[in-house]
């Protein structure tokens, strides 16, 4: 079965890096665009990052410049690396297999001082 296993969430102070990762199985992984979405409270979901199966990237404006999706084909993993955080950031950030509409459990992210 398709699972998602999402790692690297945690609390940082602002202006901090953290970095997530999320392994996927049960795919031919390389096939499918993968995604990074995340909720905060009293807000709706915003899909924060995607990568297609070839590579090229989008980012929501609110975290362009600052946050990095990339994959690994032959590990079967995505990634998020987050600069530059700030409290506006804090929300539970989801790995998701946008073209199968598949999520992970969801990762908290909290930036405080």
């Known amino acids: 079965q398709v699972q998602l296993v999402e790692s690297g969430g945690g609390l940082v102070q602002p202006g901090g890096s953290l970095r997530l990762s999320c392994a996927a199985s049960?795919?031919?992984?390389?096939?499918?665009?993968m995604g990074w979405y995340r909720q905060a409270p009293g807000k709706q979901r915003e899909l924060v990052a995607r990568?297609?199966?070839?590579?090229?990237?989008n980012y929501a404006d609110s975290v362009s410049g600052r946050f990095t999706i990339s994959r690994d084909n032959a590990k079967n993993t995505v990634a998020l690396q987050m600069n530059s955080l700030n409290p506006e950031d804090t929300a539970v950030y989801y790995c998701?297999?946008?073209?199968?509409?598949?999520w992970g459990q969801g990762i908290q992210v909290t930036v405080s001082s």
């Open positions: 998701v297999i946008l073209t199968m509409n598949k």
């Open positions: 990568i297609m199966s070839g590579g090229n990237t």
């Open positions: 049960g795919i031919v992984f390389k096939n499918h665009i």
